[in-house]
């Protein structure tokens, strides 16, 4: 053990070298550091570590890192050296050997994935979360968050596949399903708008000449193509609601909180078509109408079922 701890001194030799040549650190603050992290390193390797030990080291790191930051600001080093990505790659080191040590503890994957979120370090917390699915599939925050970080990054195929993954392992996860329903509401909306912009390109170009007729003198194929109406943008929605509603059957509670959800998203959607589109199209009228139904079958006294038999006036959806 003190082979490897004294090995991962000597890795922090040009790290160290370049603080007190740019004079960040003097001589005894660098000897003090390397005391400490000399202690933190043997506690790490005893029989007996805690979760406590990793945290207090990751503590102390970022306490160094965030005064190194404010001297070399305070003394203006622009062009950036070995000391300034080591503090931040040794605080991934921490967090990584913590969850490798302590991988059924979901709080210290939480500490990971928000240190991965305040240090901007983006592939670092893909790396991280797909890691943590892992260990947790059922933990449904660490889904949303891999599914967000797909959204952010634009693709809207993983983050479905995501979302589609997590169903598997939490199907009764009223929050997983209110956040699939958000996601493609979302996409519809956009759909619609990207249609609408079509449309008014289309509609200030020079009208069908003769060669969208037949010999006839008839409108051709092409052009009743051009005019069929388009694709119903909300049918995944309305698929999505249907299915979220008869997987939530067996807990009016999820229900509840399934059906306020989509009720926000609802009111979030008709502001946005007010805005952007105007009126909306036949497929949003069909979703208002799928999710009215849902509310006025699913009361206490009407949707029948053993888990609804009990259910109160307060608990109504």
Not at 233 to 253: D, K, T
Not at 278 to 294: K, N
Request: with cysteine; net charge positive; charged share 35%.
């Amino acid at each position: 053990m003190a082979d490897i701890v004294e090995q991962e001194m000597q890795d922090m030799v040009p790290e160290l070298d370049d603080l007190r040549r740019k004079r960040i650190f003097n001589d005894d603050e660098i000897r003090q550091i390397v005391k400490r992290r000399r202690d933190f390193e043997y506690q790490l390797r005893a029989r007996e570590v805690r979760r406590e030990d990793f945290l207090n080291y990751a503590r102390y790191e970022v306490a160094v890192e965030c005064l190194r930051a404010r001297r070399r600001k305070a003394l203006r080093w622009r062009r950036r050296t070995v000391s300034d990505f080591t503090g931040i790659r040794r605080l991934h080191f921490i967090f990584h050997r913590a969850c490798m040590k302590f991988k059924g503890d979901k709080r210290m994957w939480y500490q990971y994935v928000d240190f991965c979120l305040r240090s901007g370090g983006t592939k670092a917390l893909s790396k991280v979360l797909v890691k943590a699915m892992r260990f947790h599939p059922r933990e449904v925050h660490f889904w949303l968050l891999a599914a967000d970080r797909e959204l952010k990054l634009g693709h809207l195929k993983a983050a479905r596949a995501l979302l589609l993954r997590a169903l598997r392992f939490a199907p009764r996860s009223a929050k997983l399903w209110s956040e699939f329903l958000r996601l493609e509401a979302r996409v519809a909306l956009n759909v619609r708008l990207s249609r609408r912009v079509a449309e008014e390109e289309g509609s200030s170009k020079a009208p069908a000449t003769d060669e969208s007729k037949d010999g006839n003198g008839k409108q051709g194929k092409k052009a009743k193509d051009a005019d069929a109406p388009s694709a119903n943008s909300w049918a995944p929605a309305v698929l999505l609601l249907r299915r979220a509603l008869a997987a939530l059957v067996a807990s009016p509670s999820a229900t509840a909180r399934f059906l306020e959800q989509a009720a926000t998203c609802f009111r979030e959607a008709q502001k946005d078509i007010g805005k952007q589109i105007g009126e909306p199209d036949d497929g949003f009228e069909a979703f208002v109408r799928e999710l009215s139904a849902a509310f006025k079958d699913r009361r206490p006294g009407i949707f029948k079922g053993d888990s609804w038999a009990e259910v109160t006036n307060d608990d109504t959806v």
